[in-house]
């Protein structure tokens, strides 16, 4: 069985798959309650990479693009970063696993 820590918020992709995001994680449960991680090792201090490498702290917000793109809040990093799905040749969408990159980033005033 798979344990929930501090989930935020819920929302659908377009395959029906349900996205939560944790403190320190995202999560996905497919429509037939299969529970996988997408990205977070569940460190604090961010970190690009790929999937399980990506590092996030307290993520209280998170939005999906039509094409299943997410767009999180990296709020204790005071950071918005996006994970895109990977594509095939044929420009299928399938699992993530690209890098969480930066869109935005707070900088702390001096």
């Known amino acids: 069985r798979a344990k929930f820590f501090h989930p935020h918020d819920l929302a659908f992709d ?3 798959n349900l996205i939560m995001t944790q403190d320190y994680a995202i999560r996905m449960i497919s429509p037939s309650g299969i529970v996988s991680t997408i990205a977070g090792d569940g460190g604090g201090y961010p970190r690009d990479g790929p999937g399980l490498a990506a590092r996030f702290q307290m993520i209280y917000g ?14 204790f990093n005071n950071k ?3 994970i895109q799905r990977n594509l ?3 420009g299928n969408h399938h699992p993530f696993g690209d890098e ?4 935005f980033q707070q900088k702390p005033k001096l």
């Not at 969480?100 to 869109?103: G, M």
């Open 62 to 75: 998170l939005a999906i693009s039509p094409n299943g793109d997410l767009v999180v809040a990296d709020t």
């Open 88 to 90: 095939d040749e044929d």
């Open 100 to 103: 969480a990159d930066y869109l």
């Open 14 to 16: 377009p395959w029906k």
């Open 80 to 82: 918005i970063r996006l």
